[in-house]
């Protein structure tokens, strides 16, 4: 007797369409609300906080870093904001956060003061480590403990490197120092006289400065007033009586 083989069910086809609606209505709903998130306040810049500015004011660091209020705040890159930011040649370092909805903080850091000029109307000038120049009136800068430059042409090529010198020497190597002048020569075009507080007369380079500081300050702490050559060779001569009586008076 043969048994009877059970009747298989074809299974049901899976309902492909109720996926298909499902994702058309995710998809304009995305659609929709990216359009109105786009179009609302809160995808814009509504605020930008600059901190840590003396020598450039705000506009200045919005407009290097294409800023405005009412751009898009998503699609405003930190990484690239602080790149525009620090073309400013008196910017060393900028950090960019994003605080939604909107806020964008930017903390500058500026390059350092490492020198002081007059103008020839006599307004006082920063000259900061970037070889920047910069018109300042703010009280506040101490100049006492910066040299004061004289005598410099604004197309000195000798004088962006001075400043990129005195920048990488520690400051209180150069407390002593009140004035540097150039006086080229063949041999050395970058060749500087420095004039200290304690009445030394230096002669050195820019090249060599930063070399030669310690030999300077090192003379400077044990022997009397006088001049110092810091070249190839290093001399030092004591001021006769005279000449020290014409250091004083000056």
Same mark, same amino acid.
């Given at each position: 007797?043969?048994?009877?083989?059970?009747?298989?069910?074809?299974?049901?086809?899976?309902?492909?369409?109720?996926?298909?609606?499902?994702?058309?209505?995710?998809?304009?709903?995305?659609?929709?609300?990216?359009?109105? @998130?786009?179009?609302?306040?809160?995808?814009?810049? %509504? !605020?930008?906080?600059?901190?840590?500015?003396? &020598?450039? =004011?705000?506009? #200045?660091?919005?407009?290097?870093?294409?800023?405005?209020?009412?751009?898009?705040?998503?699609?405003?890159?930190?990484?690239?904001?602080?790149?525009?930011?620090?073309?400013?040649?008196?910017?060393?370092?900028?950090?960019?956060?994003?605080? @939604?909805?909107?806020?964008?903080?930017?903390?500058? %850091? !500026?390059?350092?003061?490492?020198?002081?000029? &007059?103008? =020839?109307?006599? #307004?006082?000038?920063?000259?900061?480590?970037?070889?920047?120049?910069?018109?300042?009136?703010?009280?506040?800068?101490?100049?006492?403990?910066?040299?004061?430059?004289?005598?410099?042409?604004?197309?000195?090529?000798?004088?962006?490197?001075?400043?990129?010198?005195?920048?990488?020497?520690?400051? %209180?190597?150069?407390?002593?120092?009140?004035?540097?002048?150039?006086?080229?020569?063949?041999?050395?075009?970058?060749?500087?006289?420095?004039?200290?507080?304690?009445?030394?007369?230096?002669?050195?380079?820019?090249?060599?400065?930063?070399?030669?500081?310690?030999?300077?300050?090192?003379?400077?702490?044990?022997?009397?007033?006088?001049?110092?050559?810091?070249?190839?060779?290093? %001399?030092?001569?004591?001021?006769?009586?005279?000449?020290?009586?014409?250091?004083?008076?000056?």
């Amino acid at each position: 007797m043969q048994s009877q083989m059970p009747v298989l069910k074809e299974p049901e086809p899976k309902k492909k369409g109720n996926k298909k609606i499902i994702a058309i209505i995710v998809i304009l709903f995305l659609a929709i609300f990216s359009i109105i @998130f786009f179009n609302s306040t809160l995808s814009k810049i %509504t !605020e930008v906080q600059i901190t840590g500015t003396q &020598f450039v =004011n705000g506009a #200045e660091v919005m407009s290097a870093a294409g800023l405005k209020v009412g751009d898009s705040f998503v699609f405003s890159s930190a990484e690239e904001i602080e790149n525009k930011v620090t073309t400013l040649n008196t910017i060393n370092k900028a950090v960019v956060t994003k605080h @939604f909805p909107g806020i964008i903080k930017i903390a500058v %850091t !500026e390059y350092s003061v490492v020198a002081f000029e &007059f103008d =020839n109307s006599g #307004e006082l000038i920063a000259l900061l480590a970037s070889g920047a120049s910069i018109k300042t009136t703010n009280d506040r800068i101490q100049i006492m403990d910066k040299p004061i430059l004289t005598g410099w042409s604004k197309d000195d090529p000798y004088k962006n490197e001075l400043m990129k010198q005195l920048a990488s020497i520690d400051s %209180t190597l150069l407390a002593d120092i009140s004035e540097i002048a150039p006086i080229p020569s063949v041999a050395f075009p970058d060749r500087i006289l420095i004039y200290t507080r304690t009445k030394f007369e230096v002669t050195t380079a820019v090249s060599l400065i930063r070399e030669k500081v310690e030999a300077m300050n090192g003379v400077i702490e044990t022997q009397a007033p006088g001049k110092l050559t810091l070249l190839l060779a290093d %001399t030092y001569e004591p001021f006769n009586r005279e000449e020290m009586e014409n250091t004083e008076t000056e």
